[in-house]
């Protein structure tokens, strides 16, 4: 089941410029990941936060979480044109241990 | 760089014939699975194996059938394609709970 939500659907940005994009969810979890994706091929994992931490740091991303709001957030800063991708959000919420994906926020970076 | 790899790539067969789709693995992961995934929409996941000899259905009614004989192999096979099946194939291992999965390239598949 899809329980993952992001927005914005799809986000168009000058080459430069930060990139926000926010994923929420409905249970209590263990972990929230972020993976990017690029047309047409598999998903990269990008980063993964813990239900106990608030803020992770990866290079340009960074992650926050609220488990209070049930919502997380990837900035990505100074974006660049190979930044160009859709972005998912998974979350271990599911009894059945598998991951529940978000519909993905699509990311256009304009040269 | 994920080890883990699909085959083929890109395949465009006429209604009503049997393929297996490839998905390999060297990173020794008990877990594996496959996901389906229409462009611009979020993953199906349509099967999984815990391990050699384990296969379960996912959350997407699906046609297709897996395996598992070996912990590096998990192939899918549709018996029978239909035009609906039209989609990207991802493969996907984990080799912990919950956490990080790798990813295949995918096989796109074209149902005529």
């Known amino acids: 089941s899809q329980q993952g939500e992001e927005d914005p659907q799809a986000l168009s940005i000058q080459e430069g410029e930060n990139a926000t994009m926010n994923c929420s969810y409905k249970?209590?979890?263990?972990?929230l990941q972020w993976y990017r994706q690029n047309s047409g091929r598999g998903l990269v994992h990008l980063i993964l936060?813990?239900?106990n931490e608030r803020e992770k740091h990866s290079g340009r991303l960074r992650v926050t979480l609220d488990t209070s709001k049930k919502s997380s957030s990837l900035l990505i800063t100074a974006s660049r044109a190979a930044d160009t991708a859709s972005y998912f959000c998974?979350?271990?919420?599911?009894?059945?241990?598998?991951?529940?994906w978000g519909a993905g926020t699509k990311l256009i970076i304009k040269p | 760089e994920a080890d883990i790899y699909q085959t083929p790539r890109y395949l465009v067969i006429g209604t009503g014939k049997k393929i297996t789709l490839e998905c390999s693995q060297t990173m020794g992961h008990d877990k594996m699975y496959w996901y389906q995934q229409d462009p611009g929409m979020e993953l199906h996941l349509i099967h999984y194996?815990?391990?050699?000899?384990?296969?379960e259905k996912g959350d997407l009614s699906s046609e297709s059938t897996v395996s598992r004989i070996r912990t590096e192999h998990f192939p899918l096979t549709l018996e029978s394609a239909r035009p609906s099946h039209t989609s990207q194939y991802l493969c996907a291992s984990t080799g912990d709970e919950y956490e990080k999965l790798f990813f295949g390239s995918g096989t796109q598949l074209s149902v005529l």
């Open positions: 936060i813990r239900s």
């Open positions: 194996s815990y391990g050699v000899n384990s296969t």
């Open positions: 998974a979350t271990d919420e599911d009894s059945n241990y598998q991951l529940i």
């Open positions: 249970t209590s979890i263990n972990n």
